[in-house]
């Protein structure tokens, strides 16, 4: 009871004292993940709204205040569970942005074969990217119509490849745009350039295959294995709540919790690198 009291006095005091940096830091965190979402989420062909994604997120983090602090009797908890909602936010757009890198890495080969059979064809380089932007599905086609706008601005083919590649980081990308800016200083057979790199994509994109599919049971082991402690907390909450009161409504239980927490997070990071295979 004294640790409890201790503890909730504890953290009025740090929010009395850190409520301004803590409120200005929240609205960057919801500005910045805002328009990321809005982006990931908006309709085909449509609008992004960061203004209705934000009141969503904000929601999200006022009912998982709520239900924390209601599941475990105590406002520790309800910071617990905003912390939990913030950390959800981030590993969604990150999830969101590794599916855009994935989904734009499965369009890299038939990139290359239409900037092989443009250049073939006698088009120039922009020509290319024009084809690319137009009969291409997202995110090529949204990524290459950026790349044009800045090279109607005034860029170059050199810079807006470039930032193409900062914003989607790819390997086959990388050597694309080198080559690309090497034979445009040096000179050369550009359309040789592009069959030699189409054939090594095409071998790259098949091992890569192989390899997934080899890994595909570890990666679904380490899903089962992080899901299931909290999986089994939340059916024994509803089964047995008396068993599982402790570890929530004490100071040794809260312990307990947020070391299951940090050891799952850590286990999860080792698997991941564990089955991260580079080709």
């Not at 617990?80 to 959800?88: D, E, P, R, S, Y």
């Not at 295959?209 to 082991?221: D, W």
């Not at 089964?239 to 850590?266: C, E, K």
């Amino acid at each position: 009871m004294f640790f409890t009291i201790f503890l909730s006095v504890t953290l009025l005091l740090l929010l009395f004292f850190f409520m301004d940096p803590l409120y200005l830091w929240l609205v960057r965190y919801n500005q910045k993940y805002s328009v990321e979402l809005a982006n990931y989420f908006k309709p085909e062909g449509g609008v992004a709204n960061p203004a209705r994604m934000k009141r969503i997120m904000v929601t999200g983090q006022v009912v998982a205040f709520v239900a924390g602090t209601l599941m475990a009797g105590h406002i520790f908890f309800g910071f617990w569970g905003v912390g939990f909602a913030l950390f959800t936010i981030r590993y969604i757009a990150k999830l969101l942005h590794m599916r855009e890198i994935e989904k734009f890495d499965s369009q890299m080969l038939d990139i290359t074969f239409a900037f092989k059979n443009s250049l073939k064809a006698g088009m120039t380089l922009q020509q290319a990217m024009h084809l690319i932007a137009n009969e291409f599905s997202a995110p090529a086609s949204e990524e290459f119509k950026v790349a044009l706008r800045e090279i109607h601005l005034g860029a170059s083919i050199e810079e807006a490849l470039a930032h193409l590649q900062e914003r989607m980081p790819n390997i086959e990308l990388n050597i694309m745009v080198n080559a690309i800016e090497i034979l445009r200083q040096t000179g050369g057979n550009m359309v040789e350039t592009f069959e030699t790199l189409a054939e090594t994509l095409k071998n790259r994109k098949r091992v890569e295959g192989k390899i997934k599919s080899l890994t595909a049971q570890g990666r679904m082991q380490g899903i089962i294995l992080c899901v299931m402690p909290f999986a089994m907390l939340f059916i024994l909450y509803f089964l047995n709540r008396d068993y599982v009161t402790p570890l929530l409504n004490t100071a040794l239980g809260w312990v307990i919790l947020t070391v299951v927490v940090m050891l799952v997070s850590l286990g999860w990071l080792i698997i991941q690198k564990v089955i991260a295979i580079e080709v």
